[in-house]
């Protein structure tokens, strides 16, 4: 199905014609148009027009609503104060363009497409082998995966990538071990759990790292072990695989836990780039982008300085011939664009990483591997705080894990799922099924609903309450009207055009045709935030509308089918809202 007009759009129309017949010079300028709490929408662009004119605004707009046509869209438009126009649109038009949406079959609510789709790739959700993922994980993976479902949905081509910590030194040490205690890791992997998995890692790291720094000449032999890794030395390769999926093991048992699908062909860690890092340091030397100094590979720059006014390079080549991150990432986006021939790269990375990354761009754009054709963006996010307001740890002071972290929200969310179970008829199976979605459910969203470059504070209190902005609020306001749908009996839900809104009514439906600019706005500005907000604002409109409009006891039967049918509607709309942010919506909660 074709996408909806949207109401704002129309009005937008009407306006700008009227504009231009008023004020010919005006053609095409943008009339500021935007919701009003004194009509549904207002228009203040007349004020800066006038006086680029030299006309009076007041009568410029008296003019320009005597050639505004009312009736089948706009019902009335008023003059008021120096030349705002409010507008107030009419009932039948508000409903035939929510009924538009609701007939779309296609499950997108007459969204339409971004005007112009690239290819995107997008870096998030990086662990590291071998270790645990903690709490500083979570936003990079839930945000990440908010921005791949809502550009998707805009009809953006999406590459996921993970870029997983799979390389360096340390591997020299833990690939030494086990090829000194063979069996360490001897299972099937249908056989593992993912806790098992880092509970073997985990184990052997530590007696791995105790010998390590207990006897020299296994330092020594590890030592050697990093100089035939990077050599590309196959019975060690074959040993460094081994932990990499050992890894890939508790990994997607963690992203399984998120609810957030990560597959085995988008992980592309640091080791996936090696080839490529001799060729990336001979092309940024020989172009002169980079330049040797104290026999490092460097590139310099002339805003970045340290603490005493010395520049601060970005290493790519280290002195003794070794590569560091700046390498990687580098070949990394060589291989973006030229093979993936991505137009735009996203990373979702934490904003302590900004300065790494502005270095490693700019270096790029030196290189002309980024250009007016290519750009990319860090989309930083702050730090998960405690209650307290100091970065997220444990009593005893330990970063927290984040399986633990997931496992605590899903218990506390189960118990809040329990106590209304018997109320609303819920079995065992999707108490427990319900617990999951509610839990993962309020971290994500607790993440999502804030500005990513903001810090937020984790409370599961807050998080898994059924009052204020959260996920269980919006959960539970879907189910609800599933529960209505439920108890309709016979009636059905089907627009009635003819009849008279309710106030209530028509700031639910105002704000559902929104929905269309919001996933187009959110999606383009990468804020996911702002689509949290607009839920949330859909959840609390659909309150008001309860308190004052009955739905199966309305006054007529053609009432009845159009409060259903605009019920029907705003849940379609959570559902689908809530489902480009990754978080799930039961029908019975």
Sequence with gaps: MASVTSLSDSVQQHLSSALSAALPEAAGADPLLRRSDRADYQANGILALAKKAKANPRELATQVVSGIVTGEVIADVEVSG??????????????????ARYADDTGR???????????????????????????????SAVIGDAMVRLLEFTGENVVRRHHIGDWGTQFGMLIQYLDEHPHELDHKESEVSGEEAMSNLDRLYKTARKLFDSDEEFKTRARRRVVDLQAGDEKTLAIWQKFVDESKIYFFSVFDKLDMEVRDPDIVGESGYNDMLAE??????????AVRSEGALCVFFDDIKGPEGNPVPLIVQKSDGGYGYAATDLSAIRDRVFNLKASTLLYVVDARQALHFRMVFETARRANWLNDDVTAVQLAFGTVLGKDGKPFKTREGETVKLENLLDEAVERATAVVREKAEKVGLTEDEIVENGRYVGVGAVKYADLSTSAVRDYKFDLDQMVSLNGDTSVYLQYAYARIRSILRKAGEARPVAHPELELAPAERALGLHLDQFAETVLEV??????????????QLASLLTSFYDQCPVLKADSPAQVENRLFLVDLTARTLHQGMRLLGIRTPDKL
């Design 82 to 99: 120096p030349g705002f126009l409010n507008i107030t649109l009419a009932d039948k038009a508000i409903t035939e363009n929510l009924a």
């Design 109 to 139: 609510l007459g969204v339409p497409f971004a005007a112009h789709p690239g290819t995107t790739v997008i870096d998030y959700a990086q662990p590291n082998v071998a270790k645990e993922m903690h709490v500083g994980h979570l936003r």
């Design 280 to 289: 990336t340091c001979r092309l940024l030397e020989e172009s002169g982008v």
């Design 523 to 536: 999606a383009a500005a990468r804020e996911p935030h702002k689509m949290a907000a607009y839920l949330y």
